[in-house]
Nanobody, 119 residues
Framework: QVQLVESGGGLVQAGGSLRLSCVAS????????MGWYRQVAGKQRELVAG???????NYADSVKGRFTISRDNVKNTVYLQMNSLKPEDTAVYYC?????WGTGRTDYWGQGTQVTVSS
């Protein structure tokens, strides 16, 4: 069973920065997708940034130019550097990794880490 352990959330003022980390229990090359999602209570979970087939990074429009996703293949870790944070970035952030395709796809999720941006 794949395990994803997140860290790095917290409380920050608007304009500040945080870096989230997600350590996977196995080689991240085994995943065909890996990224970060966020969820606000009462709303659907949404993609923030991720690596998908082809290897390039994709970002939600709301975070482009402010957030950067990166990975360390040796440490089996994916990072999310968040700069110029806004109150609307407040959410629980989840790390996701996927194996397989279509009906054979399996998604794994971390436990979530709270990010709170004060105005």
């Amino acid at each position: 069973q794949v395990q994803l352990v997140e860290s790095g959330g917290g409380l920050v003022q608007a304009g500040g920065s945080l870096r989230l980390s997600c350590v996977a229990s196995e080689n991240i090359f085994s995943f065909n997708a890996m990224g970060w999602y966020r969820q606000v209570a009462g709303k659907q979970r949404e993609l923030v940034a991720g690596f998908f087939s082809g290897g390039s990074a994709n970002y939600a429009d709301s975070v482009k130019g402010r957030f950067t996703i990166s990975r360390d293949n040796v440490k089996n870790t994916v990072y999310l550097q968040m700069n110029s944070l806004k109150p609307e970035d407040t959410a629980v952030y989840y790390c996701n990794a996927a194996q397989g395709w279509g009906t054979g796809r399996t998604d794994y999720w971390g436990q979530g880490t709270q990010v709170t941006v004060s105005s």
